[in-house]
């Protein structure tokens, strides 16, 4: 899991995300609720996460951290991906691919690929944050870390994998910087070559 890594962090004095418990530095046994996701229509509202620092004099303070603030998704349109193309999530996913759409967000479109029978196949978005911290929180709101096992490829990038009962997620950060994909597939390895695929395709 990758609270164990986390805490290690922390305690190092190395800002860190904390969505497990702050006593492992602080000794205080006092325990943070975890966060949630509040979705209405197309907005997705995310609580702000806490964050741990240790400053010099060894004292530990908590401050809050959140993902980027939310933003109205405009419907999907029919188009193909710019940064993942149709073929490479077929072989990815082991499906044929059917009609593929795209959500006209920023810093890139959300990619959404279907199967040939017309079913949900996967789902690949980039997310910009304005600090690497607020990245790590976007992160933690798709892959908490209680639930997840650590993740670090492609080299640089870190953060979680995990299977629910109906589908994948792999989500990693670099940076000010998210990648997060979902698959339909219950191993966490499709996630992984779909955001090794995008992050080449973008340079990132």
């Known amino acids: 899991m990758r ?6 962090l922390l305690c190092a ?16 046994g006092e325990t943070n609720p975890p966060t949630q996701t509040v ?5 997705t509202s995310l609580l702000p996460t806490t964050v741990t ?6 004292i530990s303070s908590a ?18 991906c710019p940064y993942l193309s149709d073929t490479d999530v077929a072989d990815i996913n082991g499906q044929h691919t059917g009609q593929t759409q795209t959500i006209d967000v920023t810093p890139y479109p959300i990619c959404v ?3 040939s029978d017309g079913g949900w196949l996967a789902t690949v978005r980039i ?14 709101e798709h892959v908490p870390i209680e639930s997840s096992d650590p993740a670090s490829q492609p080299a640089g990038w870190t953060g979680g994998a995990m299977v629910t009962a109906d589908e994948s997620v792999y989500a990693v950060s670099k940076g000010p910087i998210a990648v997060v994909a979902e ?14 695929k995008t992050v080449a395709a973008l340079g990132l």
Do not use: W, Y
């Open 3 to 8: 609270t164990v890594g986390r805490h290690s």
């Open 13 to 28: 004095g190395v800002s860190a995300l904390a969505l497990a418990t702050l006593a492992g530095c602080s000794g205080s």
């Open 39 to 43: 979705t209405v229509g197309t907005t």
């Open 53 to 58: 620092s240790v400053i010099s004099s060894g």
């Open 63 to 80: 401050q809050t951290a959140a993902p980027p603030p939310p933003t109205d998704e405009p419907a999907a349109v029919s188009g193909d």
């Open 113 to 115: 690929f279907s199967r």
């Open 127 to 140: 997310i910009q944050a304005d600090t690497p911290e607020a990245a790590t929180a976007a992160v933690d």
């Open 183 to 196: 698959s339909n597939q219950l191993q966490s390895i499709k996630g992984r070559q779909m955001v090794i």
